[in-house]
């Protein structure tokens, strides 16, 4: 790993709301039982045309935002599929950070899972994100994490992260090594929670058994 | 003690202890597993050397990439597939997780499977590696998807990492017009608040409309309600879902019972109790709804128009509109009724249960699959297909010239071999209308099943309520 505290790179403009995650990551690359070649599948019908060539007026497509790695995208970016595929592709792609007024849920607990920063902005400082990045001669943006600011040409901005997410960034936080810390008191919370609701004890296995 | 919502309640008892001022470890009664979201998570258990400490409170089913072809054993073709069965199964044995596989008679889709085995109780807190886990708040568990990363945390200690929701309150009044479902209440309300309407929420449905809905109508309502973003959604349980809970719980049944009546009892908000947000729709004056565009919100009455686009007055709303239409090939401003579909598809974890497909018969009986139409029933379990054919549906649907299959998620996501070629239309019972989602370049309609199956004997998309019932 190299610097956690600051990312800085090319922005692309990605103006699509509700950009699902089944068109972030299509079906057909999810038949894997590892992360490997998910890359390729990244967008890819917005990538590619039918005959498999790329789409010229699509913008990762031109040569001047070959190497973006920050994408500025439209509202409740990631809705859809739960599928971790998506986050893992856009990593495989190069990209670092995403921009956008608002995120869907899922997608962004998956997103902060894997260290790839998303940054909720109001819609207007978005708009002026996307007009600076569309000018692909002078679209570089600064963001620190440990400051919580981002820097375009014409943008300044000021971002929240929950506590526990700037953690995750900055110290690359092991989050099942941590919840296995309190493994007394979830043993100790299911016995109790098992002794005043014993039907909800082994639930699956039983039911397995009884079928 | 302060007034509380039901979901509050819900977290309150699953929460073992707060982490910081925002998460808490919340606890996981029962966690269900598919064959391509979790590889990745088995994978990283190996890597780390974890254990699954809790493998009972866990189950997993093959339902996404299986073949639905009316054969007696099925064969996954695709090796890519057929290894995620494979590799489900060898990470089940070695974890003791239980598992309906792909030939299991039980075998179907997760959230279809789960809830008529007996495996939700109400005050549940169930979990999946899939969006439309909120299904199971029609029994008054609170469920929601999670990604690969949870999956692993989850079979590691069987708990979330879990940052409380807003809650939400959606109260529905009124009686369902003839020839309406839940379907169409679902999407009605998508339509009102929108894809990210219920982003940040939980939902709590009450209403005389919830009231007299069905258990599996309730499911049709909770698992698509998803789509207007909410992290989980709930039906405070009354009679009619108990019953169906108990009824296909045995292992309650006996010396638990009456502790189970009484903490069910508890299940639902206090009176005083305060939403962060309410919404009040009626539902008496509810049409027949379908989707024009590729977002599940870019729905209409069945007897509406297509919006025109100078009349959506959000720049970015209106963008999505236009896209969409380019996408769908309807034009802004005009009728939805009438429009050619090529493809029929009923099933799916919204729409793929015994009902359902009792709602689309009802329909199909006495008539024909329109000449040029493609129309498959895929019933959501084998339980399911086995009580249609008890009844004889499979009789009505075939003797119509539809394709009566196996049990799986199918043409819902297309992860199977069931994908739609381009510039294909199709009548959906699914839950989403996304560009590719059926088939790169298809196009998906989403609607009730009963309009489903109007739409296969006429072959456009029609007005279920001005077909006669013919049996």
Redesign the interface.
């Known amino acids: 790993m190299t610097d956690n505290t600051c990312i800085q790179g090319q922005a692309a403009a990605l103006?699509?709301?509700?950009l699902?995650t089944?068109?972030i990551m299509?079906?057909q690359f999810?038949?894997?039982?590892?992360?490997a070649g998910l890359k390729e599948g990244l967008l890819y019908?917005l990538r590619f045309d039918?005959q498999g060539q790329r789409r010229p007026d699509f913008i990762l497509n031109q040569d001047a935002y070959a190497h973006a790695s920050i994408l500025i995208a439209?509202?409740?970016f990631g809705?859809?599929?739960?599928?971790?595929h998506a986050?893992w592709g856009m990593q495989q792609y190069g990209i670092q950070a995403v921009v956008a007024s608002?995120f869907?849920?899922?997608?962004h607990?998956?997103a902060m899972?894997?260290r790839l920063l998303l940054i909720t902005l109001p819609p207007e400082q978005v708009a002026q994100l996307m007009d600076d990045a569309n000018d692909s001669a002078n679209n570089s943006i600064d963001i620190d994490i440990t400051a919580q600011s981002l820097r375009s040409r014409n943008v300044q901005a000021s971002f929240e992260l929950?506590?526990?997410h700037r953690r995750m960034f900055l110290e690359g936080l092991d989050?099942?090594g941590?919840?296995?810390s309190?493994?007394d008191?979830?043993t100790d919370?299911?016995s109790n929670?098992w002794t005043?609701?014993?039907?909800?004890?082994?639930?699956?296995?039983?039911?397995?058994r009884?079928? | 003690m302060t007034s509380r919502t039901l979901y509050r309640k819900l977290v309150d008892s699953?929460t073992?202890?707060w982490?910081?001022?925002?998460?808490l470890?919340l606890?996981c009664?029962?966690h269900l597993m598919n064959e391509?979201?979790s590889?990745?998570a088995f994978?990283g258990l190996y890597e780390?050397g974890?254990e699954v400490p809790?493998?009972?409170?866990?189950?997993a089913v093959v339902s996404h990439?299986i073949p639905t072809h009316p054969t007696r054993v099925r064969i996954i073709s695709?090796p890519?597939?057929a290894?995620?069965a494979r590799?489900l199964k060898k990470n089940c044995d070695h974890f003791g997780?239980?598992?309906f596989d792909t030939n299991d008679a039980?075998q179907g889709i997760e959230h279809v499977v789960a809830p008529e085995?007996?495996?939700i109780?109400p005050?549940?807190v169930v979990i999946c590696?899939?969006?439309h886990t909120t299904t199971y708040g029609a029994l008054g568990a609170l469920g929601f998807?999670?990604?690969?990363?949870?999956v692993?945390?989850v079979l590691?200690?069987?708990?979330l990492?879990y940052?409380p929701a807003m809650d939400m309150r959606i109260r529905i009044d009124g009686t369902l017009p003839v020839g309406t479902t839940a379907k169409d209440l679902v999407l009605d309300v998508i339509g009102r608040i929108g894809?990210?309407g219920a982003?940040?929420y939980a939902v709590e449905f009450c209403g005389t409309t919830i009231d007299a809905l069905s258990v599996e109508a309730r499911f049709t309502l909770c698992n698509m309600i998803l789509e207007a973003?909410v992290?989980g959604a709930l039906i405070a349980p009354d009679q009619k879902a108990i019953d169906y809970v108990t009824s296909r719980?045995?292992?309650?049944a006996e010396q638990?019972l009456d502790?189970?009546l009484a903490?069910w009892d508890k299940l639902h908000s206090d009176t005083d109790a305060v939403f962060d947000i309410e919404h009040h729709f009626d539902a008496s004056h509810v049409a027949p709804q379908v989707t024009w565009g590729t977002?599940p919100d870019q729905v209409v009455a069945i007897d509406g128009s297509i919006p025109a686009l100078d009349t959506i007055l959000d720049h970015?709303?209106r963008?999505?509109a236009a896209?969409a239409l380019a996408y769908t090939g309807l034009r802004a401003g005009s009728a939805i009724e009438g429009t050619a579909i090529q493809h029929v598809f009923i099933g799916s974890c919204t729409n793929g249960r015994i009902e359902d497909l009792r709602a689309a018969a009802g329909i199909v009986h006495g008539r024909q699959v329109a000449q040029g139409v493609r129309a498959m029933v895929v019933p959501g379990s084998g339980a399911v297909k086995r009580a249609a054919e008890a009844e004889g549906l499979d009789r009505i649907f075939t003797q119509a010239g539809f394709e009566w299959r196996n049990a799986g998620c199918s043409m819902c996501?297309?992860?199977n071999d069931d994908v739609l070629a381009?510039g294909v239309r199709c009548a959906s019972t699914t839950n989403?209308n996304?560009?590719?989602?059926q088939g790169?370049?298809a196009i998906t309609h989403l609607m009730s099943p009963a309009m489903a199956a109007a739409a296969a004997v006429s072959g456009h998309i029609t007005d279920v309520r001005q077909l006669e019932v013919l049996s």
Not at chain 1, 15 to 18: K, Q
Not at chain 1, 104 to 107: G, H, P, S, Y
Not at chain 2, 434 to 437: A, D, I, S, T, V
């Open positions: 103006c699509i709301e509700n699902d089944d068109q299509p079906k999810l038949r894997g039982i590892d992360k019908d039918t439209g509202s409740n809705c859809g599929s739960s599928r971790e986050v608002s869907a849920e899922i997608f607990a998956n899972n894997n929950m506590p526990r989050s099942i941590l919840s296995l309190y493994q008191e979830i919370f299911a929670h005043h609701q014993p039907w909800l004890r082994h639930v699956a296995a039983t039911a397995r009884h079928l | 699953h073992v202890t982490l910081d001022d925002e998460n470890l606890f009664d029962l391509y979201t590889p990745q994978a780390q974890h809790m493998p009972d409170q866990n189950v990439i695709d890519a597939s290894l995620q590799n997780i239980p598992l039980l085995l007996g495996l109780r005050g549940m590696g899939d969006s998807g999670i990604g690969t990363t949870d692993e945390h590691a200690t069987q708990t990492v940052k894809a990210q982003r940040g973003g992290r719980a045995p292992d309650i638990y502790a189970a903490a977002s970015s709303v963008g999505s896209r996501l297309a992860m381009a989403r996304f560009e590719g989602r790169r370049g």
